[in-house]
């Protein structure tokens, strides 16, 4: 694989993590770097000595949207050969805990790329958005969909339709960010939160996250009996053995993630 141009990686013991490094041009997306990202969460996922992965953006944003120069030449006959969101579309598909840090501007396509991740934490400044109204566009890699899933429709509506930018602290009323952190606090936050997610029994947290992902997507029985097959499942794992066992004997766990 060839070394990545636009992120760098790096593994912090149990934690894997992914620095978007565009910084003189407020890590504004392009084909190239996204089809980056994925394949360094990929890479993650399938490194069985990683337990999380924490997404961050080198400078003053974490980014501040899609890079437009790429698009302004585009035909739906181009845009459909292309097919530019496939790549996003294996974002999806990561089994792993995905934690976003951001600050700065997280708009447009990186605002798309944070509500991608399962958690989110921001600076008191984080400003996030939608402009793509404002360019006679509108979002394209789920933007509509998981804004209004986390939000609901009026509200989604009214960020969507206006592109108004939103404070992180109405991000975090809405529900947008797990926590809202001093900017030089931030690393050191969801490094902890992540390492700590990391240590905790493997299979349990893919299964915890396979099940809340479904939790939007079904009925709430359906969802029960979703969640209830993925518990069974769980009775398989050395872990499981070890948790209980060291619940009754009063010690910590060793998880080994099996």
């Not at 845009?79 to 496939?86: Q, R, S, V």
């Not at 999806?92 to 995905?98: F, I």
């Not at 926590?179 to 947290?205: F, Y």
Request: contains cysteine; charged residues 25%.
């Amino acid at each position: 694989m060839p070394m990545p141009q636009y992120v760098k990686t790096a593994i912090d013991g149990a934690v894997g993590r992914i620095t978007l490094n565009r910084p003189e041009r407020y890590n504004a997306l392009n084909r190239a770097m996204i089809r980056e990202i994925v394949e360094a969460m990929e890479q993650f996922d399938r490194d069985e000595t990683i337990g999380a992965i924490v997404l961050s953006g080198a400078g003053k944003s974490f980014s501040a949207g899609a890079d437009i120069d790429e698009m302004l030449e585009a035909t739906p006959i181009t845009m459909e050969l292309l097919d530019p969101f496939a790549d996003w579309d294996r974002i999806s598909r990561v089994k792993k805990p995905l934690l976003a840090a951001v600050h700065g501007y997280v708009l447009g396509g990186g605002f798309e790329l944070a509500l991608a991740c399962d958690l989110i934490y921001a600076t008191d400044t984080t400003r996030f958005g939608f402009p793509e109204v404002n360019l006679g566009v509108m979002p394209g890699a789920g933007g509509t969909q998981r804004l209004t899933k986390r939000i609901g429709r009026t509200r989604a509506l009214e960020w969507l339709w206006t592109g108004e930018q939103m404070t992180a602290d109405q991000a975090e009323r809405f529900g947008l960010v797990n926590r809202l952190v001093e900017a030089d606090q931030l690393e050191a936050t969801v490094l902890t939160v992540a390492h700590r997610i990391a240590a905790q029994p493997k299979m349990s947290v893919r299964l915890i996250k396979d099940a809340v992902d479904k939790a939007g997507d079904l009925s709430i029985q359906d969802g029960m009996e979703h969640e209830r097959r993925n518990f069974y499942l769980l009775f398989a794992t050395d872990d499981q053995t070890e948790g209980m066992q060291a619940f009754l004997e009063k010690r910590q766990p060793i998880f080994k993630g099996n």
